[in-house]
């Protein structure tokens, strides 16, 4: 049973910085398309961005150009650098497969406030 677990989230002032881990074990992230999701207070999950196998990344519009995808295959975990992050940043973050997602994990806290 694969097992993903995200990490580094924190609480940050707004224009900060926070980059966040996802890995995986049991499975191999590289052969999957993998995104990240929030899910803030009484918000339902969207999804965040997205890295296929073959490296082609996506964004959603509003952390496009801010927010940045990528994988370390020999670590097998994949990164969301955020940058000049915003209060409506604020959610719970999660990674899973864009398609036949496994398990969601317990997803890492990102608090942005002054």
């Known amino acids: 049973q694969v097992q993903v677990v995200e990490s580094g989230g924190g609480l940050v002032q707004p224009g900060e910085s926070l980059r966040l881990s996802c890995a995986a074990s049991?499975?191999?992230?590289?052969?999957?398309?993998m995104g990240w999701y929030r899910q803030a207070p009484g918000g339902e999950r969207e999804l965040v961005g997205s890295i296929s196998s073959e490296g082609s990344i996506n964004y959603a519009d509003s952390v496009k150009g801010r927010f940045t995808i990528s994988r370390d295959n020999a670590k097998n975990t994949v990164y969301l650098q955020m940058n000049s992050l915003k209060p409506e940043d604020t959610a719970v973050y999660y990674c899973?497969?864009?398609?036949?997602?496994?398990?969601w994990g317990q997803g890492t806290q990102v608090t942005v406030s002054a």
């Open positions: 049991g499975s191999i992230l590289r052969m999957y398309d």
């Open positions: 899973n497969r864009i398609r036949a997602r496994w398990s």
